[in-house]
């Protein structure tokens, strides 16, 4: 199959020439300051993607346990998996310790490391573990200063079945910093406060082997990541509106988008009806905020020209309304019946998770292949 003609829409597309730029882009970074980047896989899922981004030589970071499995079959050993660990996945961790070795799950409170050091116990091998650091008062994670912070670390580097890696943090507020300025901020306050948290821990005996930190725009906000030794980051693989928004890429690096044909319109609205809704572009308004709301994705033609003005101003299951933001009527010789259009996602790991596999568009603009995706948790 080499014509977009010939797919079904919704179908999820991926631009390898824009990803493997934004993939290079990162490793620049990484390398510039010798830190080990620890791509996180979490936006594609997929193998096939990572081989070029995350190889199996590797570190990756994963947000499910069905990810970590189907990483670790695939022969990748260093898998961090960075979202909070509830005791009804504890069963599951053997199989994927059996596979890669140093397999790591994370904890921010006492309650979580002692219900791990106590089902730890039951594991053929140590289990390895890290402690969360809250660096922005955005989401999860102990706070640097703190006293429980050195109590979680003592539990975990005394227990006989624990191996205690380090310390990981995620700048998640630097999605709300909408100016460089912003973000080289956030990016150095990211990387001083896990850095203090380190220095508490050494100071009470508790070296740390691992000092993680990052998210997209922090790691790619032109500033000197000091005291880490590590860089973590997810969507700038593919980058989506959010980060265009926030100035970290332009919309031309999108990598991902969907593909959708035009089914209809509404002549006396002048609004475009496609038949890619919420279920091909994910409910997510994240640059409902931002100078410029994108809605639910910006519009592009077939060969993935941004058409200026023009983008889904709203959705149902399965349409999307595509308006221009100066209520232009629609030309006919873009939006005809059964025309092909191709939607920019306002954040990429939402659409994505609408697929099971990707369309990718190799450089000569043609479908050069497929890439299947992990899907549940």
Known sequence: MTSLTQLITPACLLDLTRFRHNCRRMQAVAEAEQLTLRPHVKTLKSLQAAEYYAPASGPITVSTLAEAAAFASAGYTDILYAVGLSPNKFPHLAAIQRLAPDFTVIADSLVAVNALTDYASELALPLSVMLEVDVDNHRAGLLPDSKELIACASTLAESPDIHFRGIMTHAGASYDCDSKTAQQAMGRQECERIS??????????????LISAGSTPTALADIKHTGINELRAGVYATFDCVMAGLGVCEASDIALSVLTSVIGHQLDKNEVIVDAGWMALSRDQGTASHQQDCGYGLV?????????????SGTNQEHGIIRHRENLTPPASIFAY???LRILPIHACATAAQYSRYHVIGEDGTLSDVWSRVNGW
């Open 196 to 209: 203090q948290a380190a220095t508490q821990l050494l100071k009470a005996g508790i070296p740390c082997k």
């Open 300 to 312: 592009c033609d077939e060969h993935g020209k941004l058409l200026d003005g023009w983008y889904v």
């Open 338 to 340: 059964g025309s092909l």
